[in-house]
């Protein structure tokens, strides 16, 4: 079945035992924690066609929260249905695994963003990633698509301050590379976002593989010798 939340709607919370599998239908959504001095850490972002956390059934409480950033419409999937239906089917099971392996792909990104990159390629590489994720469910159009979240959200996703990305905002803006305005993300020049960012779509290839592709040239890292 599926239901309707409004906007900023916990889901479950930190410490509740973990419940249905959720998939958004409509609207977008994240998963976070909060620290102990009371500070907010976004560890990601969930659009229309997104699972929620499959794996966490095998717990015995949530370590994260997961909420609506706007309106959503949300199935839910009770937990023995779901383990049924990997029983059941090899197909689904191994559809399971790859979309859990995407998912970890984007967490070790993010962990490189905030450990390693800096402010222009950290927003850079988000803008990327979620305008790739869009275009995997077909929610792409013209260069464009919905990006429902402020700048507090971003800032607390990417460990920026809004201040700061506000400023990498409008630098973008100004370098004609892309715009975030009134809820949308414009990409204006996609091979210079991605060579900004460094993006590398190698993590999301699952993803992308269902929806039509852009022809850009990732940018391939080099190999580095330690230090």
């Not at 689904?92 to 859990?100: K, N, P, V, Y």
């Not at 370098?175 to 210079?192: E, F, N, T």
């Amino acid at each position: 079945m599926d239901r309707c939340f409004p906007a900023k709607h916990d889901l479950i919370r930190e410490g509740d035992e973990p419940g249905p599998v959720f998939v958004f239908l409509e609207g977008w959504g994240c998963r976070y924690k909060i620290l102990p001095e009371g500070g907010r850490q976004i560890l990601a972002f969930m659009m229309p066609g997104d699972f929620c956390d499959m794996h966490t059934s095998v717990l015995d409480e949530m370590d994260h929260s997961i909420a609506t950033v706007t309106a959503a419409r949300i199935a839910m999937i009770p937990r023995v249905k779901m383990e049924d239906m990997l029983h059941l089917s090899p197909a689904i099971t191994r559809a399971f695994w790859l979309m859990q392996l995407v998912d970890l792909g984007v967490a070790r990104s993010w962990i490189a963003s905030i450990g390693r990159r800096g402010s222009m390629e950290r927003v850079a590489h988000l803008m990327c990633e979620l305008y790739f994720r869009a275009n995997a469910f077909c929610l792409v159009k013209d260069g464009q698509c919905s990006m429902p979240l402020s700048q507090i959200l971003l800032a607390d996703a990417l460990g920026l301050t809004p201040v700061h990305v506000n400023r990498v905002l409008r630098r973008l803006k100004a370098a004609g590379v892309m715009s975030l305005d009134k809820k949308a993300l414009i990409i204006s020049d996609i091979a210079q976002l991605v060579r900004i960012a460094g993006f590398d779509d190698t993590y999301l290839q699952r993803r992308l593989g269902s929806g039509p592709r852009q022809t850009i040239i990732p940018v391939r890292p080099q190999s580095a010798v330690p230090r």
